[in-house]
């Protein structure tokens, strides 16, 4: 893996104590437990949100076994005093946003239900194999496993709000999507799959057709979507939706 000081040429030098010091006071940012990551992981995770006006205490990173923290790409100066404090990159990540059409229902869609649930964890364990909660910051299968308890959720209404299915004429399930609606009167879209051996079928085009109709239905303004800036099959689909990329991102890492 390598260092996030790698994205910047001009960093030639090690970080010597001086030079860690100056990094470390111009970060501001808070620490934030993830409790349900730290009991899921069965390690102590926390968030490093770059916001606020109080200096980072660089000793209370070493409080935690795990600090993730998102950094959006313009951040230059953000990005080199957390490679000097130690954060390794992980993953890019772009968040698109695409407006809401008035446009015909899609066939063969349907609500997930808890019959379909063991179905769903296969997949998503399946499928999101590589993610940034992959070795070697996780345990081998951790990724799977966090994926499978996510669309399980979906599916009783925890976090995302429900999990719709693509199916074929015999019922047979070839994709899914996770949708919430947030606080802002938008959507977000959480998971989005096609199965192995429905893809190149046009599965994507109608789960994203199906979440723009969640949303109509739900008088939702826009719907958000993120993928890893590697997944180009997945930033292509939501280009061809009519998506815009909004904004891109690092995820780095700390662990100790």
Known sequence: MMRCAALRPRWRKPATASTYLTCCMSVHASIKPLEWESAFFGRRCALLELKGDSVLDAARLNDWDLVQVKVMAQQSAELDALSALGFRLVEGEADCVLGIAAVE????????????????????????????????WFAVGDSGRFYAQWIENAVRGTFDHQCLLAVDEKGAMQGFVSLRELPDG???????????????????????????????????????????????????????????IERTAYWLYREI
């Open 186 to 244: 938008t959507g977000r879209i959480g998971l989005l799959a096609v199965l192995p051996e429905s893809q190149g079928l046009g599965i994507g085009q109608r789960l994203m057709n199906a979440a723009n109709d969640w949303c109509r239905a739900r008088r939702l303004t826009r719907l958000h979507v993120a993928t890893q800036l590697g997944n180009l099959s997945a930033l292509r689909l939501y280009l061809r939706c009519g998506g815009v």
């Open 105 to 136: 229902r899609p066939a063969g869609i349907r609500i997930a239900r808890v019959e379909h649930i063991p179905q769903l964890r296969h997949a998503a364990a399946e499928l999101f194999t590589y993610s940034r909660f992959r070795s070697p």
